[in-house]
């Protein structure tokens, strides 16, 4: 699965655009340098109609599988963004409806699409203990799905799934926060105004790179030149600080962040914590990676020898490696070199976005993972079942294949491409303030973050930390733990525990589980 091996590398109506796509005109070219213009074809729109039980309700819904254009500055179609909305029938008052996108950047919305939220969902192994293999592969019914609470539309941002630039737009316009998020922006303005939704309840639920779009399109939108004010966002597997969440060499803060997943790793897999619960363990493993093991980075080559030694031990404790391993890495250590040395007696390597998960390398000797095993494990299902139920239970046609994870879109991203210009230098990608500044624009704006335990590429106490930060008002924050990874609901028992909690966020009723 590339979609986050990115993450991890780079760590239906036409109308003139009021949350305008980015300005695509180009400086003068020469005739022989001009690209021509790429086709503007018609939009296509499947529509069909059917039935099914969630929540415990039997409901009919239509699905309107299709095409929107996005006008450039101009006034010329741009962009065509292919979107999935499931719409139920026979209702009235203010329905909720929730856009729903994964991340990447690059990712096509299959995953939380076919995953946790749709009508069906992608069978495969609950206990992260095998390969999902080759075809045929499981389509369930998925009566956990929310669809009895909200519509909900599933985006596919340009460059992905059947999402392209058209005329003349390029798919780079809209590889960055300030053309994705006007894109999308201007996508939702006019998909209530399309469907007589403005009165209604709205929410985005991103995941991963996701939850960064969900809080800088929050902003845009509230804050642009068509104020649309959310209801609420749904953040799996924050990603609003890049500094914490990027384990790199000399990012002091990651080392904080990141130790409490390991050790939450090491205990599943019988390496560190044994006999200790595991709210205990962690609870430790919070307090010492926040005030010993943070301050001791600090101070460096300074700290003296019974210090050194003490941190040492510790970190060996939580994370279940050999002290002379910790001190070889001079009490630093990175991932993936955690992912690969933990269970290297065993000669296997850990996923990176589901340490659950054993990949059987053929390089035993390697610093780190070939590759993730918790992508692979699971991708090909996910590709083949979508291009399935597209073609077989929705009767989607198109000329192109679906882009599931777009490699180009992740290598070309620009992050540097921000609204305001406020970076002038290398940085973390942060999109903290801009959750805040919505946040309090909008006071009836609530946040739902959930993490998983075993996640090792965006770690829960690094949620905890970020959202302690920028003012985010915190009365309005709620926070849930699942005993899985980054895609929690691969995992049974979390996907329904999972399911019960996006209800309690919807009804007003969810509890924030952080830790004091």
Avoid: C
């Amino acid at each position: 699965m590339k979609f986050q091996a990115l993450f991890v590398a780079l760590l239906m109506a036409v109308a003139a655009p009021a949350l305008a796509a980015p300005d695509t005109a180009k400086p003068a070219e020469t005739a022989e340098d001009k690209p021509a213009p790429k086709p503007v074809p018609d939009p296509v729109t499947f529509k069909s109609t059917h039935t099914g039980v969630f929540g415990g309700q039997k409901i009919t819904y239509r699905v309107e599988a299709g095409e929107t254009q996005i006008r450039n500055a101009e006034g010329d179609p741009a962009a065509s963004l292919f979107t999935i909305s499931y719409i139920r029938e026979n209702v009235s008052g203010p329905r909720p409806v929730s856009f729903v996108f994964n991340g990447g950047p690059g990712s096509a919305s299959v995953w939380l699409h076919l995953g946790l939220l749709g009508p069906k969902r992608v069978q495969v192994a609950s206990d992260a203990d095998a390969d999902d293999g080759a075809a045929p592969y499981t389509l369930l019914d998925n009566p956990l799905s929310i669809l009895d609470v909200t519509d909900l539309v599933f985006i596919d941002p340009v460059g992905t799934g059947f999402s392209q630039a058209i005329g003349d737009g390029e798919n780079k316009d809209y590889w960055s926060e300030e053309g994705d998020a006007s894109s999308l922006a201007e996508f939702i303005r006019l998909w209530i105004t399309g469907h007589k939704r403005w009165n209604a309840p709205k929410y985005l639920i991103g995941e991963s790179f996701g939850t960064t779009r969900a809080a800088y399109l929050s902003h845009r939108m509230l804050t642009g030149d068509v104020d649309i004010a959310l209801n609420g966002l749904v953040l799996i597997s924050q990603a609003l600080d890049y500094e914490g969440s990027t384990s790199a060499h000399d990012n002091v803060y990651s080392y904080i962040t990141y130790l409490p997943s390991m050790a939450a790793t090491a205990q599943y897999h019988g390496k560190a914590g044994a006999g200790v619960p595991q709210a205990e363990f962690l609870a430790d493993a919070r307090a010492f990676a926040r005030d010993e093991y943070g301050p001791a980075l600090l101070k460096g080559a300074r700290l003296k020898p019974e210090e050194r030694a003490h941190i040492r031990d510790r970190l060996a404790y939580f994370t279940g490696l050999d002290p002379a391993y910790v001190e070889t890495s001079d009490l630093r250590i990175l991932m993936h070199r955690f992912q690969k040395e933990l269970l290297r007696d065993k000669g296997v390597a850990l996923g990176r976005l589901d340490g659950r998960y054993l990949g059987d390398e053929a390089d035993d000797a390697a610093e780190g993972p070939d590759s993730d095993v918790s992508g692979y494990a699971i991708g090909s299902a996910y590709s083949a079942l979508m291009n399935q139920y597209l073609s077989s239970d929705l009767g989607v046609s198109m000329d192109r294949p679906y882009i599931v994870s777009s490699e180009d879109a992740g290598n070309n991203w620009n992050f540097s491409d921000t609204p305001d210009g406020e970076y002038a230098e290398p940085h973390y990608v942060n999109a903290g303030r801009k959750l805040s500044t919505a946040m309090r624009q909008n006071t009836a704006m609530k946040v739902w973050v959930a993490n998983g335990y075993f996640d090792l590429i965006t770690p829960f106490f690094d949620s905890e930390i970020t959202f302690g930060r920028y003012a985010i008002p915190q009365a309005r924050v709620a926070m849930t733990y699942y005993q899985a990874g980054h895609m929690m609901y691969l995992n049974e028992g979390a996907l329904t525990a999972l399911a019960a909690d996006l209800r309690a966020f919807y009804a007003g009723k969810l509890q924030d589980a952080r830790p004091d």
